[in-house]
């Protein structure tokens, strides 16, 4: 199989602080690869070092058969970064930015605004495209973002959390662009430390904490390698939330996760006899219990379980 991406004990020092521990990746070509964690666990720094932003302290990383270090410049002539926050101009109009763009690539001017022309059509932003960007939303503004780093479509894609701090329906429409693009052929590695994104966009991911990757495979294995279903309950009387929530783990042992709302438990159960006990212990205890459900994990749980902690216990990411 011709990776994409590969890496070997890669680390990167700050100072004294040890930011990348040894991350060992194979990113087949034409895939979606996410890197799941929360902030200050080594993602964007890994992806830094892999755009040639910056040099490895250790280790090997080849992108294209090209080594990082050794063949920056043939590295960077094939791959397009979108990083945490958008790269683009607000004082230019949308079209203007993408031209800018063209022009700096070498496109003539014709071509720069047939390019342009095209991505904003593509990207639904065809009638915002002679404003200035600074009157965009922000789902807008990350969409031209992505879109400037297609203006030469690259045959590595790296998106460094590319749908943080966006609605909903932006979110959805960003995901919507990534799925085309890997539709394409473009090999994409993302970022992301929102679980339901790396379950709906990645083939296969990492997770990674505190520099290293503790997890590799598809959402799938990753959920099936924690070895436990999961126990939802709604409770009646959010009112005893707090009492649910430690009978449940005084009874089972692990930790109980709340819910979307304050009527929602979860917890990891290792088979149906351990979730009946649950049940008829919130029962003897009189709290009600509107509805449960006994189910494979979520990403979330497989987070917890492999971690120690959920996935929204974050620390800043070191500074690159």
Known sequence: MT????????????????AVDGVDLQIPRGTVFGLLGPNGAGKTTTIRMLATLLRPS????????????????????KVSLTGQYASIDEELTGRENLILVGRLLGFSWRNAGERADELLD???LADAARRQVRTYSGGMKRRLDVAAS????????????PTTGLDPRSRNQVWDII??????????????????????????????????VIAEGTSRELKAAVGASTL?????????HAEAKT??????????????DRDTLSASVTDDENAAAALSALAGAGVRVDEFSLGQASL??????????????QTEEVAA
């Open 3 to 18: 990776f994409a991406i590969e890496t070997t004990g890669l680390r990167k020092f700050f100072g004294d602080t040890l």
């Open 58 to 77: 250790a280790g090997t990383a080849t992108v294209l058969g090209h080594d990082v270090v050794r063949d920056a410049a043939a590295v960077r002539a």
């Open 122 to 124: 593509s990207f639904g």
């Open 150 to 161: 297609l203006v030469v479509t690259p045959e590595v894609l790296f998106l460094d959390e």
């Open 179 to 212: 799925r085309a693009i890997a539709a394409e052929g473009t090999t994409v590695l993302l970022t992301t430390q929102y679980l339901d994104e790396a379950d709906h966009l990645a083939d296969r991911l990492a997770v990674i904490d505190d520099g290293r």
């Open 232 to 240: 939802h309950v709604q409770l009646h009387d959010h009112g005893r």
């Open 247 to 260: 009978i449940l783990e005084d009874l089972l042992g692990v930790e109980v996760l709340d819910g979307a």
């Open 300 to 313: 979330d749980e497989v987070f917890l379980a492999l971690t120690g902690r959920p996935a929204e216990d």
